[in-house]
């Protein structure tokens, strides 16, 4: 996806003038995709690896302990916290099997995982996002916070890992 010169700049402007806003809100404002979004934040914000991750990226995370895990249409935002459980393949769908979280994926859905540190609400925040092939987002994953609303550092060293793993495992 190829993002024009005055789209890249609206969508810059939006960022600086509302740093914590929700991307999707961004791409509403500057008419882009969600994708053209993550892919004008500073690299130092966002991280991104193709699809053929999800996979790997899931099981992963399933060991990282609660989550939040997040479902932003526009006109509804879902969370869902707790451990993110174990999924397989079947029938053409990623399988998670667990509650509070649980449900289907369409396997081939994924086209990037974005690994994004960037502040929302005034705290620091760490998310995996997962884009479909329209560069809309499927969900994202929050890293979880303990008592003082800080991030939990056995989830940020996994997280920071994880990204570094799979961003060295692309090719340049």
Same mark, same amino acid.
């Given at each position: 996806?190829?993002?024009?010169?005055?789209?890249?700049?609206?969508?810059?402007?939006?960022?600086?003038?509302?740093?914590?806003?929700?991307?999707?809100? /961004?791409? $509403?404002?500057?008419? *882009?995709?969600? !994708?053209? #979004?993550?892919?004008? +934040?500073?690299?130092? @914000? =966002?991280?991104? %690896?193709?699809?053929?991750?999800?996979?790997?990226?899931?099981?992963?995370?399933?060991?990282?302990?609660?989550?939040?895990?997040?479902?932003?249409?526009?006109?509804?935002?879902?969370?869902?916290?707790?451990?993110?459980?174990?999924?397989?393949?079947?029938?053409?769908?990623?399988?998670?099997?667990?509650?509070?979280?649980?449900?289907? /994926?369409? $396997?081939?859905?994924? *086209?990037?995982? !974005?690994? #994004?540190?960037?502040? +929302?609400?005034?705290? @620091? =925040?760490?998310? %995996?996002?997962?884009?479909?092939?329209?560069?809309?987002?499927?969900?994202?994953?929050?890293?979880?916070?303990?008592?003082?609303?800080?991030?939990?550092?056995?989830?940020?060293?996994?997280?920071?890992?994880?990204?570094?793993?799979?961003?060295?495992?692309?090719?340049?």
């Amino acid at each position: 996806m190829t993002t024009t010169p005055d789209t890249a700049a609206a969508i810059r402007a939006a960022l600086a003038a509302h740093p914590g806003a929700a991307l999707e809100d /961004i791409a $509403a404002q500057s008419g *882009a995709s969600f !994708a053209e #979004v993550l892919a004008c +934040l500073p690299d130092d @914000e =966002a991280v991104l %690896v193709p699809g053929h991750h999800f996979e790997e990226a899931m099981a992963e995370i399933t060991r990282w302990g609660e989550i939040t895990l997040i479902i932003n249409t526009g006109d509804v935002i879902l969370e869902a916290k707790g451990e993110l459980p174990p999924g397989s393949v079947a029938q053409g769908y990623f399988n998670l099997h667990g509650r509070p979280i649980g449900g289907h /994926i369409r $396997a081939g859905a994924c *086209a990037g995982v !974005a690994f #994004v540190t960037r502040g +929302l609400f005034g705290m @620091e =925040a760490r998310s %995996v996002q997962f884009l479909d092939t329209r560069g809309g987002c499927l969900f994202k994953i929050y890293l979880g916070r303990d008592a003082n609303r800080a991030l939990i550092p056995a989830q940020l060293a996994a997280f920071e890992a994880l990204r570094d793993r799979l961003a060295y495992a692309v090719p340049a």
